[in-house]
């Protein structure tokens, strides 16, 4: 699949945002700048989170964000996708009320890698807040085969994917990513897989999200969505942020690693 498909698939994702942004509530464009936390999912924390329910993010999705595709359960976070009694598809979403800067951001979670969906940790800001689209992600798809996709989006610049071949064993790993004012690095479970040292740096404070949705129409970036293969999940056992410079601040985090210290 070429790059330009690609490229042409997150434009529209991104536009597509936008518009479904505009639904959104008072509880999500607010909040003050969010401060270090790790979320072990020992119960759903409302005053951390905020649950997308009963809206798409465009055509392009084929499903609806619902609650009820959402659960926490013996200390892990599900999203799972998923058809009503009637047949239609519905998906999940959460995200952070706050907004977080500088600093590490991490997920523990068993990704699902199915033709036509997006499994995704990311952190974003832009449109709903009168702010430009600043961005960084983790997306985990399968067009052909399992794949994860790192990009960067900075006020308009998002052709900045790179895409890391993934194996699909259902397995925990840990996703980390350090950003930096000069530099951000995306980890798997403590090693580098890739660094941006000279290309766009988001500057804005985010917000953070996991989703996992459908498609039917995005068939060139993520293959074509078949509805038997539903239900899928997204499980997550823990996330946290550190912010700049704070260092090692529990086991499992990639700052406990040597050489991914951030910069002070």
Known sequence: ??????????????????????????AQTDGAAGTAFRDDFDSLDRGRWFISDGWTNGEHQNCTWSADQLAVKEGRLSLSLASDDDGAL?????????????????????????AGLNASLFTFIGSPQDLPHNEIDFEFIAPESPVLQ???????DSDNEMLTPMADDGE????????????????????????????????????????????????AWLGRFDPSTA??????????????????????????????????
């Not at 941006?196 to 988001?202: I, Q, Y």
Request: aromatic share 12%; with cysteine; net charge negative.
């Open 150 to 156: 790192t990009n960067v989006h900075f006020k308009g």
């Open 1 to 26: 699949m070429g790059i330009a498909h690609r490229s042409a698939g997150i434009a529209l994702l991104a536009s597509a945002a936008v518009a479904a942004f505009s639904v959104t509530t008072q």
């Open 231 to 264: 239900p899928q999940v997204l499980e997550v056992d823990w996330v946290s942020f550190t912010p700049q410079g704070a260092g090692c601040q529990f086991e499992g985090s990639v700052l406990c690693v040597d050489g991914a210290t951030p910069k002070n």
């Open 90 to 114: 519905q998906c999940a979403e959460i995200q952070s009320n706050d907004r977080f800067g500088y600093g590490t951001y991490e997920a523990r979670m068993k990704v699902p890698y199915v």
């Open 172 to 219: 925990f790993r840990t996703f980390s990513f350090t950003w930096e004012p000069d530099s951000i690095r995306w980890y798997i479970d403590g090693e580098m897989i890739r660094e941006e040292t000279e290309g766009p740096v988001p500057d804005e404070e985010q917000k953070v999200y996991m989703s996992i949705w459908s498609t039917d129409q995005l068939v």
